[in-house]
């Protein structure tokens, strides 16, 4: 502690640094662009993991959505090649399924995409995508209301003409007027909008979800001949359920209903959210090891340029060092005074390179705000890593020191005035 508060060491250490400026410089550049370049891949890559976790925000992170295709394997007389369509009493056998927390029957014209509907609104007119929800869909896809409420049970009871209808409906038909309790035609229906809703996804997804128009369920299948068919299901499970656990639950349930050959896994899809976050989840894992572990090698090779010039500066001040021996300069002393200039010189570069680090990544982040469709977010300077990059360049400069200083430590007076 003594030897850190030695203004007089700090001024011969500062002295000892500035006596080749140009060298002091060049080795220093190498921690600069070494910190730098580490900051920099951290930072993007939680920038591109904070922006695919935000175009995946809007969705529950343990869904399952279900939906019928044809049967690639006949199977109790039944032949192959058939359709595989849902209907209301799959509603009753799932949702006695074990780990089902929400279940949210679809009904969609055109499939499990849907298809643009005709929509009117006086004079204006849009296609978009009219589904028949239960109240439970907002769990699965979670909303942003805008303004009124989405669907509840009396609506799908009493079998309302009631819509919740997406931004983007509004800001094609509507403009500035107020949507909530006029009325909007789809396929000659008439149904009064009872909400408005948007949604923390980004993207073509966004834009697919923001077109969308939900009525109740069973306004649907009144309101469109749909009769007592289901499209598709959408499912949450509870917490405590793994989900690829209910996903194959959920599929032999159907499997039975349906009179489908236990091994055809083609006959009814599947897609699980829990998976794609698991795999986003091992990917971003693996982009930031990567990350780390290459910007610290860089870092890693700037201080090893430091500790290369060290030792070439114990050589040519062998006289110096054999001097001070002679005058009484312990060991310890040497030690000290060679890591001291270590660790300043990889300190000064190392915390201009955080410096810098953090305000690119600044700059990035403003241009990034202004472009919403992109699947980098801003890539927010995170201080805990900056503290830990200030730390690791200290810990790394006395490090550098110490090999040179050891050299230096073993230097006898005779042998050190005797050298050129």
Known sequence: MIGLLDIDNWREVTAALRKNKLRTTLTGVGVFLGIVILLLMIGFGRSLEKGVQRRMSGFATNAVFVWGQRATKPYLGLPLGRQVAFDSRDIEVLARIPGVLHLAPRAQLGG????????????KTGAFEVSGDYPAFQYVQTPVMRAGRFLNQRDLDERRKVAVIGQGVVEQLYGDAEPVGTYLEANGVYFQVIGVFGTTLTGQRADRVLGTIHIPFTTFQQA???????SNFAIVGHPSVDAEELEQRIKNALKVRHKIAPEDESAIRAWNTAREFGKMTTLFFLINLVM????TMCLFAGVVGVSNIMLITVRERTQEIGVRKALGATPGSIVRMIVSEATALTSVFGLLGVAAGVAVLELVGTVLDRLPDTPFAAPDPNLGIALTAAGVIVAFGALAGMIPAYYAAKIQPVEALRTE
């Open 292 to 295: 780390w572990t290459a910007g």
């Open 112 to 123: 499990r995409q849907g298809q643009g509907s005709n929509v009117r609104l006086g004079t």
């Open 224 to 230: 469109f001949n749909f009769n007592d068919r289901v």
